[in-house]
């Protein structure tokens, strides 16, 4: 991420200070690492298993997933219900593909939010 979108995702984890959030998409950490600062309960899903490797110890309560955000997504929703937390920040930046994209979205909007929840895309 260039700084200008770093600030603009600062300033509205900063305002809304969301409950649980869902990170599609990790890669190396950038926008994970502004989440995990704001967000309480954190999912991060990525397709290589050498985000968790590399990322884990630097956020300690950030519950890392590896495998393909289609098939990881339904379960991860559950989730937070489950935990007693609210959903409140999707960021999805995962498959830059359009199908893959729309399946993200898609997935994501199956969602009930019971508070305010943000839907930030990148690279889409």
Known sequence: MVYVERAA???????????GALEIGTYLGGSLQLIAQFAKTVFSIDIDENVQ??????FPHVRFL??????????VL??????GVDL??????????????RQD???VLQYRPRAPLVIMMHDS
């Open 88 to 101: 409140q920040f999707v960021m999805i930046d995962g498959d830059h593909s359009r199908a893959g994209v």
């Open 53 to 58: 490797k590399s990322l884990a110890p630097r």
């Open 78 to 83: 559950t989730e937070f219900p489950a935990r």
């Open 9 to 19: 995702v600062y300033y509205i984890l900063s305002q809304l200070n969301p409950a």
């Open 66 to 75: 590896t495998g393909d955000s289609k098939n990881l997504i339904p379960s």
């Open 105 to 107: 979205i898609e997935l």
